[in-house]
């Protein structure tokens, strides 16, 4: 929707003082459109030391299609300051389509050996994970800037299998 509104802004005072057109922007009021987000969350699925659970929710007023959920883990913040959008992650998954107001969660494994650095090289061990939802930027959407959620995890060796 932004971009919408920022084509329409850019072009409406131009347009507009030299009469090039005369109409109202009234059916702004009425667009519908889906506003994906993604968060991690914790819910007890899984050992809670080796997964972690992603939870998409639309808190626009259009159903969204199902689309990609991308996810990505790091034992440093820094990695993931910078993600693009379709930028691939460690691990992805096809969303199913949520009506306004729905929500799905996911459960991913961290990646073993990345769990063992972090126990090996750590004296308090952290992972930090991501999500981007609509990787591909494919749903026109109210906000597109609320699409990419970080969160960090710290590991307690002794709950590790």
């Known amino acids: 929707m932004l971009g919408i509104l920022t084509a329409l802004t850019f072009l409406t005072p131009n347009a507009h003082a030299f009469g090039l057109y005369d109409f109202d922007l009234d059916w702004l009021d009425h667009l519908q459109l889906p506003d994906l987000v993604c968060y991690p969350v914790w819910t007890g699925v899984g050992d809670p030391e080796e997964s972690f659970t992603i939870r998409i929710e639309n808190v626009g007023d259009a159903t969204a299609p199902g689309i990609w959920l991308d996810v990505y883990v790091s034992d440093m913040r820094s990695d993931l300051d910078d993600i693009a959008v379709g930028q691939p992650g460690f691990d992805y998954v096809r969303t199913k389509s949520l009506a306004p107001?729905?929500?799905v969660e996911y459960t991913f494994w961290y990646p073993r050996d990345l769990l063992d650095h972090v126990v090996e090289t750590q004296e308090y061990p952290f992972?930090?994970?991501?999500c981007q939802i609509d990787s591909f930027g494919q749903v026109?959407?109210?906000d597109e800037s609320n699409n990419i959620e970080d969160a960090y995890d710290?590991?307690?060796?002794d709950l590790l299998r």
Not at 127 to 130: E, H, K, R
Not at 154 to 157: D, E, G, K, S, V
């Open 101 to 103: 107001g729905a929500s």
């Open 127 to 130: 992972l930090y994970s991501a």
């Open 140 to 142: 026109v959407e109210w």
């Open 154 to 157: 710290q590991i307690y060796p």
